[in-house]
């Protein structure tokens, strides 16, 4: 009975140890503001917004993400070129320490690939992002009605909306 207690512990304490250092050390993260646009019938792309902050002091990287609502989730920015705005897949979202980082309509955002099903508004849209140092985070994002600006139908940073996030 005493060595299953210290095998337990010694299988556990790591675990604890890494979630802990996840939350609140050097690749902690803290996702807000999760939201996306409701899709017309028959769309099969959608895309998803939210603002990230790295909390440890060497920042991290936002490099993948994926959802049960699309068949891929691909990371994207729009550049400018020859004055024509353009989408490009990226590999990563440099997230510098203590800085937050907006994922907006016209900049960096998440391309929801070949979806399951139209994203309807009021519901929930459930995201799993992988970063560098913090690993993989789970967040729910309200879809909002079409053409929507921003959560709760407002901008990014008026501080509306909620998005939910939980470690995995």
Same mark, same amino acid.
């Given at each position: 009975?005493?060595?299953? $207690?210290?095998?337990?512990?010694? &299988?556990?304490?790591?675990?604890?140890?890494?979630?802990?250092?996840? *939350?609140?050390?050097?690749?902690?993260?803290?996702?807000? *503001?999760?939201?996306?646009?409701?899709?017309?019938?028959?769309?099969?792309?959608?895309?998803?917004?939210?603002?990230?902050?790295?909390?440890?002091?060497?920042?991290?990287?936002? +490099?993948?993400?994926?959802?049960?609502?699309?068949?891929?989730?691909? /990371?994207?920015?729009?550049? @400018?070129?020859?004055?024509?705005? $353009?989408? $490009? *897949? +990226?590999?990563? &979202?440099?997230?510098?320490?203590?800085?937050?980082?907006? /994922?907006?309509?016209?900049?960096?955002? /998440?391309?929801?690939?070949?979806?399951?099903?139209?994203?309807?508004?009021?519901?929930?849209?459930?995201?799993?992002?992988?970063?560098?140092?913090?690993?993989?985070?789970?967040?729910?994002?309200?879809?909002?009605? &079409?053409?929507?600006?921003?959560?709760?139908?407002? @901008?990014?940073?008026?501080?509306?909306?909620?998005?939910?996030? *939980?470690? @995995?």
């Amino acid at each position: 009975m005493k060595v299953m $207690r210290l095998v337990a512990a010694a &299988i556990l304490l790591p675990v604890l140890f890494s979630f802990a250092a996840a *939350q609140s050390g050097s690749g902690g993260v803290s996702v807000s *503001q999760a939201w996306s646009r409701a899709t017309p019938g028959g769309a099969r792309n959608g895309a998803a917004y939210f603002q990230v902050t790295a909390k440890g002091a060497g920042g991290d990287k936002l +490099v993948a993400a994926r959802s049960d609502a699309a068949d891929r989730v691909e /990371l994207h920015t729009h550049l @400018h070129e020859g004055g024509v705005m $353009r989408m $490009r *897949q +990226v590999e990563a &979202i440099e997230l510098p320490a203590g800085k937050t980082v907006t /994922l907006e309509p016209g900049g960096f955002h /998440l391309m929801l690939l070949n979806l399951k099903r139209p994203l309807k508004a009021g519901e929930d849209l459930e995201l799993t992002l992988v970063f560098e140092k913090a690993g993989e985070v789970a967040v729910k994002a309200t879809v909002e009605p &079409i053409g929507a600006k921003g959560p709760a139908g407002g @901008h990014m940073g008026q501080g509306h909306g909620s998005g939910h996030m *939980q470690k @995995h």
